[in-house]
C-alpha cells in the first residue's frame, strides 16, 4: 500500500494507494453490544483483512487504554504476546482483555509502534479505536479522545445498519482535516479468537484496489455500507508525525465499526 505521507498530497496518491493490499490494525473482539458484565477478549493484530492476506510484526505498542464515560484506564498490563497465523504466513500479535462493568460505551484505544513498510522504506503508524457498547446505553461514542490524528464517528458506531451509511469526520490534533485519503476495509476473514489464526474469508477484495473516500473541507466522509459485518476506515496520512528514525512516516487514524443486518 502506498500511503499518503502528506494530507495535501492524498488526491494524488490515490490511484498508487489503490493498487496493493491495505494494511490494517485491528482491535478485534466477535460481539461488540454486551448485556452482561465481564472480562472481554481482544486481539490486536495488524493484517490485511479483506484480503486475508500477510500479517505484519507487531512490536509492543506505545499505549493501549479505554475511555468510559470520560474515564480513561490503561490495558497495557493486559497485553500478552501471541503468533497470529494468517493466509500466507504467521507474526507476532497481542492477545489482551477489557474489563466491561457498567453500561455505556467503551472506546478502546491503540498506539501501536511505527512499522518499517521495507517495500517502500516508510515507516506506517496506525492509531486505532474500536467500540464496545453495554446495555445498548449511548455515552460518549461521538466525542473524540483528543489523539494527534482520530476517525470521530457520527453514526453508532456498534450498531450500524447494513445498506446504511456510516459518516465519519477525520481530526488532524483536534481540527478538521480536508483532503484526507480514507482507505475503506471489510473484515472478510475474522480472527478466530481460540485459534490464534484467521478463519475462513467470507468476502472477496473488489476489482481495482482499495475502496477509497476523500474528506470534505470539514474533514467528513460518507460510505455505504453494503454488508454485515465490521468495517474499518483508515485515513492515511492524517496524522502530524512525518518522520521516525530518519525515514517518512504515515500516521493513520483507524477507526472499526460493526454493521447488523436487519431481522
Request: proline residues 9%; without cysteine.
Amino acid at each position: 500500500m502506498k500511503h499518503t505521507v502528506f494530507a495535501v498530497a492524498a488526491l494524488a496518491a490515490l490511484t498508487a494507494a489503490t493498487a496493493a493490499q491495505a494494511h490494517f490494525q485491528l482491535i478485534h473482539t466477535p460481539e461488540v453490544n454486551v448485556a452482561r458484565a465481564g472480562e472481554l477478549p481482544l486481539k490486536l493484530v495488524f493484517w490485511h483483512p479483506f484480503e486475508n492476506g500477510p500479517v505484519m510484526d507487531m512490536e509492543p505498542p506505545l499505549s493501549f487504554f479505554v475511555v468510559h464515560k470520560g474515564a480513561r484506564t490503561d490495558l497495557m498490563g493486559r497485553l500478552k504476546p501471541i503468533t497470529f497465523q494468517g493466509a500466507a504466513n504467521s507474526a507476532k500479535a497481542y492477545d489482551a482483555s477489557v474489563p466491561v462493568k457498567q453500561n455505556g460505551d467503551y472506546v478502546l484505544v491503540l498506539t501501536p509502534a511505527p512499522y518499517l513498510e521495507r517495500s517502500e522504506d516508510v515507516f506506517i503508524q496506525q492509531i486505532t479505536k474500536a467500540f464496545i457498547n453495554k446495555g445498548g446505553v449511548p455515552s460518549g461514542w461521538n466525542q473524540p479522545v483528543g489523539l494527534p490524528t482520530e476517525i470521530v464517528p457520527l453514526n453508532k458506531p456498534t450498531n450500524i445498519l447494513a445498506g446504511s451509511t456510516f459518516t465519519g469526520r477525520v481530526l488532524a490534533e483536534g481540527k478538521p482535516a480536508a483532503g484526507i485519503g480514507v482507505e475503506v476495509e471489510y473484515m472478510a476473514a475474522e480472527p478466530d479468537m481460540k485459534a490464534n489464526r484467521a478463519g475462513p474469508p467470507k468476502a472477496s477484495p473488489m476489482p481495482g484496489g482499495a475502496v477509497v473516500a476523500v474528506t470534505d473541507d470539514a474533514g467528513m466522509f460518507t460510505f455505504g455500507i453494503p454488508k454485515a459485518g465490521f468495517w474499518g476506515f483508515a485515513a492515511l496520512g492524517a496524522g502530524p508525525a512525518r518522520q521516525h528514525q530518519g525515514k517518512e512516516m504515515s500516521q493513520d487514524a483507524v477507526l472499526w465499526v460493526r454493521a447488523h443486518d436487519v431481522q
